[in-house]
């Protein structure tokens, strides 16, 4: 969906070229993004990521985020805060 945000981590998860849910990302240790779950389920839906074995994602985690919206359907087109949720990554 073009209002998602994808990430790509190593795979130490062992779900290598699986895409991967937001819930499972923010509930998995080994992966940074615990924190958020604090956007709760409205970002989480838009929210995926797929892991690969690079030895390059043992150090670097790559986040692909939408564009800004303009104007009213910056606020209207998304249920989650997306100021913030680009202020965290």
Known sequence: ???SS????TNDIRASGRLIK??????TPNLPFSSL???GSAF?????GS???????KRLT???TPGVLSGQ????????????VAKWF
């Open 1 to 3: 969906d073009d209002d």
């Open 6 to 9: 994808s990430s790509i981590v």
């Open 22 to 27: 937001g819930n499972t990302l923010t509930v």
């Open 37 to 39: 779950s604090q956007f």
């Open 44 to 48: 989480l839906n838009h929210f995926v």
């Open 51 to 57: 892991s690969s074995n690079s030895p390059l994602l």
């Open 62 to 64: 790559f986040i692909d």
């Open 73 to 84: 359907k910056q606020r209207i087109n998304r249920t989650y805060d997306f100021g913030q």
